[in-house]
């Protein structure tokens, strides 16, 4: 499987980008697909993921009510919609999968558990 992010740029506090993450290749092992973002100067964190199947999403804390994660299964593509933007959410952003494993909820934020990468799209926030 290979995972390609896109969507990211600069834009001002307050407004809106759409990451998308199109996967290709045996995408039926997959199951779940996070969303991960690397600041300059800190270490990758947990965004958002949402399970293959449209089950369920999860959120970090800190994106709750701005950020929403969903899927296009017929296109193979995650998306990350971010509103609100905030100068704190510039980072280089990730989409991550599993393959051939399910990720248990109280394990989906882990990093260490997705072994599949996207290149990363970086986001600018300016304030």
């Known amino acids: 499987v290979q995972l390609q992010a896109s969507g990211g740029g600069l834009v001002q506090a307050g407004g809106s980008l759409r990451l998308s993450c199109a996967a290709s290749g045996r995408t039926s092992s997959m199951y779940v697909m996070g969303w991960f973002r690397q600041a300059p100067g800190k270490e990758r964190e947990f965004v958002a993921a949402?399970?293959?199947?449209?089950?369920?999403?999860h959120y970090a804390d800190s994106v709750k009510g701005r950020f929403t994660v969903s899927r296009d299964s017929a296109k193979n593509t995650v998306y990350l919609q971010m509103n609100n933007l905030k100068p704190e959410d510039t980072a280089v952003y990730y989409c991550?999968?599993?393959?051939?494993?399910?990720?248990?909820?109280?394990?989906?934020?882990?990093?260490?558990?997705?072994?599949?990468w996207g290149q990363g799209t970086l986001v600018t926030v300016s304030s």
């Open positions: 949402i399970r293959w199947s449209g089950a369920s999403t």
């Open positions: 991550a999968t599993r393959l051939g494993v399910r990720i248990i909820s109280s394990a989906i934020a882990n990093q260490r558990q997705y072994d599949t």
